[in-house]
């Protein structure tokens, strides 16, 4: 914030103080060599707004000019020279030690400019100031020329262009535009009025800088990528009283790293690098403000400065009259006034900040909860690791070798004991794994609370986590890499390292080069390799999706925390192989289906003795022991750096490929294969292959109950219960070699659209579904309106439009970038062009028919039915929901609750209660049993409305939660988001499609069960005849051909010779009301086989099918209601609902509360006040007229009427 102009701000002869001479400046630069700021401090003092920066051609020299007062150019009653040569030549001379020219400047000592001349080959200086402009040209800070001219109409300013002199600067080469850039940026964003111009030749176009957002537009940047925790604060205060002058500027905010704060902190718009007061008083005043915001609801949590600074990004700027500075580099703000007055500064704004802005607030607090558990975790797993104690399971797996050169880790038990058979006891060690470990990209206290990762630190021997991502190789490396800093980097301490045997040393709080860095880097490196227990680190997981995704896992927990393993070439992946053959001569391994395939065509008779490999526990005797002699012979002379694994001679496998390939095998595994149900059937893999096998063994609802040991469903464990998640539903693939029963059928046939009445969830890799369940009178009225309508024909047609057209553009757009002369190709786009506007026309009809059906469809559906019950809120949103398969819709409990378990919303009120944030809330009583929700809560009827209560409630608890809507499913092999109308479209085909089938097969049926009618009435009729023709010719020959003859039926082939044969018929068959049964019979079948001809030739029918089945079924469970209310209430909860209403009186005093003596003569007058009106409680009654102002004499006091859930 600039100071204001004003008459008492002189800048003149008489405001420039000389206090000393120029001489040792050039045999002790290093004394002087400081910050100029010059044109900076005249933009805070107001009176510049804009500054140039410009470098020569071979940017050695440099010109600096900005549009401020210009320097005085009158003649100084001291040195009897003009100000300006005062200001170049005299040491301890300048506007700054008093404060007529300046409130607060960079600088005090008065030698910066005079310094600048000193030390420079060449320096002119140019100012300009009430239409004269003085030029003064200096060598090694000998003048050389002077000259002061009329420039009239000319704009005051100045201009200052020197070059560093080579023979004191002896490594001064050129000036870095880097470091320029990044100060002119600091310079930027500490002064949103200013606007600064860069060029870094005279010739190019200028870089301009200006920020008008300031500190909060910095915050932002520095975030820029960033996973970031509620809004940006600001905040800015000045104070000013007598000659003392306070400015603070702060902005601040969290992110989701485990960093140390990253502060960036300025005085009179100098970095201070090293903190200081300044620093020292935000970061306590933010402290107090937290930890008040986080013990409130955690009383027992110990929070210390640590955890409010780790993720935090903020930036301090202070100005001030007379700043003092410390520490070896004077980086260090010492005034100590300024602690205590940022310190309740900070404490004021950030307290209002967290008031306005509740949900940044609470991000912060769980933010500071989660960082000060990490801080609890590590320090009880230090003091573990510094007690000697060990992980239990690691006793168990370690090897007592006399070098340890390798460590496998290993999937499960079972392997785990495998390898420790099969293992070299002297160079091998085993790590076996249980179950998958977590994500490192994720939260770091889950990751670090890991047992798994815990063993396996402890194994590698990091036993001291907490150093994990503060060594100087996980901070600097990137920068490394990019070759580039982007800010100044400094240690903490001192860098000493070992190079051909002599010690060196890397200073500490000095700004670091890339040189310098570089070698902190590789120093460190060396240090953390010779830390780690083995050479060689072996990853072995099962050949099947789930040991790809454990290998994936490990090797993102290596890259993220150890990646100085990868770099050192300790790290391996096994690639077991997944398919074994065994010959007569030899054992095949295949690594995947190609290899297989071709050799199952190569050698057909080998078929039957494929296996396909379920663990590692079979092939770890080919990996291990004594026979991994070759293995480790490859492994030592590879080049570690590329990480290629080579598995033969002939075959390698780059490691990057190789984890991406195991992902991609994951990913696909779950989306298609675990997560996702079929659009058509509305199962997922896992639910249709539990299902199938019931329907192989027989067990279906129609049949009676059975005990099995075949399969064992355990529902708890499957779909979860009150404080349990749901279980993985892992290895439930068929067997590759399991050929007992029949093939599994890709979907299961279904007669109601189970999608949407069942509705279904799952996460998959990068995707998720979450389709709401639905009532089934609702699902059947819009599915059978939907057969019945006109519109599903359009929409069919349109469909198929285009279709046709996305092959015709396909078509098209293949052969625009062939060869061809220039008329040929104009045809060409022109044809491409006029199929696009043809194809956006039909999407535009198409757009508007999905919006018509989907409404009609939302009509009928109505919404989303949970089966315990509630009201679904914001009706009208539904529409475009449906339209577009996904969105959020908001439930709000009625009898029952839907998602919350039981248990864990009753442990919520309860809290609330304890806390006694809900005031009137007394308790609560949890009558819940078998399934049924009850839980009743008792309030103070007499003082607090249950309403209010109970909007409270829903703002605070699960009694209102969000249900995020995603229609994803898999139509073939591919997952996507359907519509409500494609959805209902997708089981519709299916249906007919299933009707066909199912006609198709019931009619090959009873044309078999027609043949073997007529065959029994023909043998009834005829049973004589043909008794005699058998029994009387001896050859199969003669009594075929005498058949034939005999029979006009047989010579038609109406009857087949083999039935009559075949046929076995008892006697009771010729009673005359058998043969009636026979000839109904046949009468029943013909007339059922002219439906299913029609069914099978005409779609019509087919739909007619499908409705006379949708509608019995509707009737069948006619009783059933919706148990959800569909209702247009916003979910947002009115906070003028959660207040009491109340009437009041509202007095209010303009002006501010200042000394003692003041508020207590303005409390004295308000009581006089509340006199004259007779005004003697708070109750509003006394007032004459609601609304009405009431003014005693001559003071600014006014009344007011109202009510507590009033605007004021």
């Known amino acids: 914030?600039?100071?204001?102009?004003?008459?008492?701000?002189?800048?003149?002869?008489?405001?420039?103080?000389?206090?000393?001479?120029?001489?040792?400046?050039?045999?002790?630069?290093?004394m002087y060599i400081g910050s100029t700021d010059e044109q900076v401090d005249e933009a805070v003092a107001g009176y510049c707004q804009k500054i140039w920066v410009t470098l020569s051609a071979d940017q050695t020299t440099i010109t600096i000019k900005d549009d401020g007062r210009g320097i005085p150019i009158e003649i100084h009653p001291k040195t009897k020279i003009s100000v300006l040569r005062t200001i170049f030549e005299v040491l301890h001379s300048g506007g700054k030690f008093d404060n007529k020219a300046y409130k607060t400047s960079g600088g005090l000592h008065g030698v910066g400019v005079t310094v600048v001349n000193a030390l420079s080959r060449f320096l002119r200086v140019e100012s300009s100031r009430e239409g004269k402009t003085e030029t003064l040209v200096y060598e090694r800070g000998k003048l050389i020329s002077s000259q002061i001219v009329n420039t009239a109409g000319r704009n005051n300013g100045v201009l200052v262009e020197f070059t560093p002199d080579p023979e004191i600067f002896k490594e001064f080469t050129y000036f870095k535009v880097e470091i320029i850039q990044r100060r002119l940026k600091e310079v930027a964003y500490l002064n949103p009025n200013l606007t600064l111009y860069f060029a870094t030749s005279p010739t190019v176009e200028p870089i301009v800088y200006h920020f008008t957002g300031g500190l909060k537009s910095w915050i932002e940047e520095i975030h820029t990528g960033k996973a970031t925790l509620g809004e940006v604060f600001y905040g800015a205060v000045v104070e000013e009283k007598n000659s003392e002058y306070f400015q603070l500027s702060?902005?601040?905010?969290?992110?989701?790293?485990?960093?140390?704060?990253?502060?960036?902190?300025?005085?009179?718009?100098?970095?201070?690098?090293?903190?200081?007061?300044?620093?020292?008083?935000?970061?306590?005043?933010?402290?107090?403000?937290?930890?008040?915001?986080?013990?409130?609801?955690?009383?027992?949590?110990?929070?210390?400065?640590?955890?409010?600074?780790?993720?935090?990004?903020?930036?301090?700027?202070?100005?001030?009259?007379?700043?003092?500075?410390?520490?070896?580099?004077?980086?260090?703000?010492?005034?100590?006034?300024?602690?205590?007055?940022?310190?309740?500064?900070?404490?004021?704004?950030?307290?209002?900040?967290?008031?306005?802005?509740a949900a940044t607030a609470k991000l912060i607090k769980e933010k500071i909860i989660d960082n000060a558990k990490l801080r609890l975790h590590l320090k009880?797993?230090?003091?573990?690791?510094?007690?000697?104690?060990?992980?239990?399971?690691?006793?168990?797996?370690?090897?007592?070798?006399?070098?340890?050169?390798?460590?496998?880790?290993?999937?499960?038990?079972?392997?785990?004991?495998?390898?420790?058979?099969?293992?070299?006891?002297?160079?091998?060690?085993?790590?076996?794994?249980?179950?998958?470990?977590?994500?490192?990209?994720?939260?770091?206290?889950?990751?670090?609370?890991?047992?798994?990762?815990?063993?396996?630190?402890?194994?590698?021997?990091?036993?001291?986590?907490?150093?994990?991502?503060?060594?100087?190789?996980?901070?600097?490396?990137?920068?490394?890499?990019?070759?580039?800093?982007?800010?100044?980097?400094?240690?903490?301490?001192?860098?000493?390292?070992?190079?051909?045997?002599?010690?060196?040393?890397?200073?500490?709080?000095?700004?670091?080069?890339?040189?310098?860095?570089?070698?902190?880097?590789?120093?460190?490196?060396?240090?953390?390799?010779?830390?780690?227990?083995?050479?060689?680190?072996?990853?072995?997981?099962?050949?099947?999706?789930?040991?790809?995704?454990?290998?994936?896992?490990?090797?993102t927990f290596i890259f993220r925390y150890l990646p100085y393993l990868i770099e050192g070439g300790k790290v391996f992946v096994a690639v077991p192989p997944f398919y074994r053959v065994q010959s007569k001569k030899q054992v095949h391994y295949f690594y995947d289906d190609r290899e297989l395939e071709v050799y199952r065509q190569n050698n057909p008779r080998e078929e039957r003795k494929i296996e396909r490999i379920k663990g590692c526990e079979r092939i770890i005797q080919e990996l291990m022991g004594t026979k991994s002699d070759k293995r480790k012979e490859y492994l030592e002379r590879r080049d570690y750096r590329e990480a290629p694994l080579t598995i033969s001679e002939d075959k390698k496998i780059n490691l990057i490929n190789l984890l991406l390939v195991n992902l991609l095998r994951y990913a696909y595994a779950v989306v298609e294969d675990r997560a996702l149900p079929n659009v058509h059937d509305g199962l997922k893999p896992v639910q249709r292959r539990i299902l199938f096998a019931f329907y192989q063994m027989g067990i279906m609802p129609s049949k009676s109950e059975v005990t099995s040991a075949?399969?064992?469903?355990?529902?708890?464990?499957?779909?979860?219960?009150?404080?349990?998640?749901?279980?993985?539903?892992?290895?439930?693939?068929?067997?590759?070699?399991?050929?007992?029963?029949?093939?599994?059928?890709?979907?299961?046939?279904?007669?109601?659209?189970?999608?949407?009445?069942?509705?279904?969830?799952?996460?998959?890799?990068?995707?998720?579904?979450?389709?709401?369940?639905?009532?089934?009178?609702?699902?059947?009225?819009?599915?059978?309106?939907?057969?019945?309508?006109?519109?599903?024909?359009?929409?069919?047609?349109?469909?198929?439009?285009?279709?046709?057209?996305?092959?015709?553009?396909?078509?098209?757009?293949?052969?625009?970038?062939?060869?061809?002369?220039?008329?040929?190709?104009?045809?060409?786009e022109e044809h491409y062009n006029q199929l696009i506007e043809e194809r956006k026309e039909i999407e535009e009809n198409f757009s508007q028919l999905k919006k018509k059906i989907n409404q009609a469809l939302v009509n009928d559906l109505q919404g989303p039915d949970f089966p315990t019950g509630g009201y679904v809120l914001e009706k009208e949103k539904l529409p475009s929901i449906y339209e577009k398969g996904e969105g959020t819709i908001y439930l709000r409990a009625k009898v029952q609750i839907f998602s919350p378990q039981e248990s864990t919303l009753v442990a919520q009120i309860a809290e609330i209660i304890k806390d006694k944030r809900i005031s009137g809330l007394k308790k609560i009583v949890d009558y819940s049993n078998r399934g049924v929700t009850d839980i009743r809560l008792e309030f103070d009827s007499q003082q607090h409305d249950g309403q209010i209560i109970l909007n409270k409630l829903y703002k605070s608890t699960q009694l209102q939660i969000n249900f995020s809507v995603k229609m994803r499913a898999l139509v073939g092999d591919n997952p996507r988001v359907f519509s409500l109308t494609e959805i209902l479209q997708a089981f519709i085909s299916n249906r007919l499609e299933n009707i066909r089938r199912k006609s198709q097969?019931?009619?090959?049926?009873?044309?078999?069960?027609?043949?073997?009618?007529?065959?029994?009435?023909?043998?009834?009729?005829?049973?004589?005849?043909?008794?005699?023709?058998?029994?009387?010719?001896?050859?199969?020959?003669?009594?075929?051909?005498?058949?034939?003859?005999?029979?006009?039926?047989?010579?038609?082939?109406?009857?087949?010779?083999?039935?009559?044969?075949?046929?076995?018929?008892?006697?009771r068959q010729f009673t005359p009301e058998k043969q009636v049964d026979l000839v109904q019979g046949i009468i029943k079948l013909k007339g059922e086989n002219e439906e299913l001809g029609q069914l099978i030739t005409s779609e019509e029918k087919r739909k007619e099918k499908l409705i006379a089945d949708l509608e019995q079924l509707k009737k069948d469970y006619e009783k059933d209601e919706r148990r959800t209310q569909i209702i247009s209430d916003s979910h947002l909860i009115d906070e003028r609902k959660a207040i009491t209403p109340e009437e009041i009186i509202v007095i209010l005093s303009q002006g501010e509360k200042n000394s003692k003596s003041e508020t207590s003569a303005k409390e004295v007058k308000l009581a006089s006040y509340l006199n004259i009106y007779k005004i003697n409680t708070l109750d509003a009654t006394n007032v004459p007229s609601v609304g009405k102002e009431l003014k005693t004499r001559g003071e600014n006091l006014a009344i007011i009427k109202s009510n507590r859930r009033d605007d004021l």
């Open 1001 to 1067: 097969f019931l009619l090959k049926e009873n044309e078999k069960e027609l043949v073997n009618l007529n065959t029994r009435i023909f043998i009834i009729n005829n049973y004589q005849e043909i008794a005699e023709i058998i029994k009387g010719y001896p050859t199969e020959e003669e009594r075929h051909g005498q058949l034939e003859q005999r029979f006009v039926e047989i010579k038609q082939g109406k009857i087949k010779i083999e039935n009559i044969l075949s046929m076995s018929i008892s006697f």
């Open 250 to 357: 702060f902005a601040f905010q969290y992110n989701d790293s485990y960093d140390k704060n990253s502060t960036r902190s300025f005085c009179n718009n100098i970095r201070t690098g090293g903190g200081g007061s300044h620093v020292s008083g935000f970061e306590s005043g933010l402290f107090e403000v937290c930890k008040e915001l986080v013990i409130k609801d955690n009383p027992n949590l110990d929070i210390e400065l640590m955890d409010v600074l780790v993720g935090l990004t903020s930036i301090v700027s202070v100005r001030i009259k007379d700043p003092e500075f410390a520490g070896q580099t004077k980086d260090r703000l010492a005034n100590r006034e300024v602690r205590e007055k940022t310190k309740r500064v900070t404490q004021e704004l950030v307290s209002g900040f967290f008031q306005d802005n």
């Open 380 to 555: 009880e797993e230090q003091d573990i690791f510094q007690g000697g104690k060990k992980s239990l399971d690691l006793i168990k797996v370690l090897s007592s070798s006399e070098e340890n050169e390798e460590i496998f880790f290993v999937e499960g038990k079972s392997a785990g004991g495998s390898a420790e058979e099969g293992r070299d006891v002297k160079t091998q060690t085993v790590l076996a794994l249980q179950g998958k470990p977590p994500n490192a990209l994720k939260l770091v206290r889950r990751v670090l609370q890991n047992k798994q990762i815990h063993n396996i630190l402890l194994a590698l021997g990091f036993a001291d986590s907490k150093g994990l991502l503060k060594n100087n190789y996980i901070r600097f490396r990137p920068r490394i890499e990019r070759q580039l800093l982007d800010e100044e980097i400094v240690l903490p301490e001192e860098f000493v390292y070992e190079e051909e045997g002599e010690k060196k040393v890397v200073p500490a709080d000095i700004p670091l080069n890339l040189e310098q860095l570089t070698v902190v880097v590789r120093e460190t490196l060396k240090d953390l390799l010779g830390k780690s227990n083995f050479k060689k680190i072996i990853l072995m997981a099962d050949p099947d999706d789930d040991g790809a995704h454990i290998v994936v896992l490990l090797m």
């Open 710 to 828: 075949n399969i064992v469903v355990y529902g708890r464990g499957n779909f979860g219960y009150d404080k349990n998640p749901p279980a993985a539903m892992r290895y439930t693939k068929n067997n590759y070699d399991d050929t007992k029963g029949k093939e599994e059928p890709v979907i299961l046939p279904t007669t109601l659209p189970n999608l949407l009445l069942n509705g279904s969830s799952g996460i998959a890799v990068g995707m998720t579904a979450n389709i709401p369940p639905h009532h089934l009178g609702g699902t059947l009225t819009a599915t059978i309106n939907l057969i019945r309508s006109p519109e599903l024909i359009s929409f069919q047609g349109f469909q198929e439009e285009l279709r046709l057209k996305d092959q015709q553009i396909t078509v098209i757009d293949s052969k625009r970038e062939g060869e061809m002369d220039v008329n040929a190709k104009q045809l060409i």
């Open 1 to 30: 914030m600039p100071e204001k102009k004003n008459k008492k701000d002189e800048y003149g002869a008489e405001s420039i103080q000389v206090l000393e001479n120029i001489e040792a400046v050039r045999k002790r630069p290093g």
